[in-house]
């Protein structure tokens, strides 16, 4: 499946910002998706993840509270929500997707993912 993920951009700290993830095929409704973020010079992390079919959700520690993942199987997209923007949310965002409905924080589990977008968030 071929993601296109989309919605970063220049925002001020304690602002929001809505990441989308779109889908090629509507078989991605019953795939798990997650999003990764990627800062300079670290390495790629966790940040949520959405199961296929119930849409169970799990988020780092570091996002609880602040940002929300849900989809909309009927657009093939999945979203991030992020509220309460940090400096230290800097990073290019990343979706992926499994062939299996079953989330995953570990990044070699997922199997398709878009070509990124970059989230600056100012100080």
């Known amino acids: 499946v071929q993601l296109q993920a989309s919605g970063g951009g220049l925002v001020q700290a304690g602002g929001s910002l809505r990441l989308s993830c779109a889908a090629s095929?509507?078989?991605?409704?019953?795939?798990?998706v997650g999003w990764f973020r990627q800062a300079p010079g670290k390495e790629r992390e966790f940040v949520a993840a959405?199961?296929?079919?119930?849409?169970?959700?799990w988020y780092a520690n570091f996002v609880k509270g602040r940002f929300t993942i849900s989809r909309d199987n009927a657009k093939n997209t999945v979203y991030l929500e992020m509220n309460s923007l940090k400096a230290e949310d800097t990073a290019v965002y990343y979706c992926?997707?499994?062939?299996?409905?079953?989330?995953?924080?570990?990044?070699?589990?997922?199997?398709?993912w878009g070509q990124g977008t970059l989230v600056t968030v100012s100080s």
């Open positions: 959405i199961s296929g079919g119930r849409f169970s959700t």
């Open positions: 992926a997707a499994r062939d299996v409905g079953t989330w995953s924080p570990l990044k070699q589990d997922y199997g398709s």
């Open positions: 095929e509507r078989i991605f409704s019953l795939s798990a």
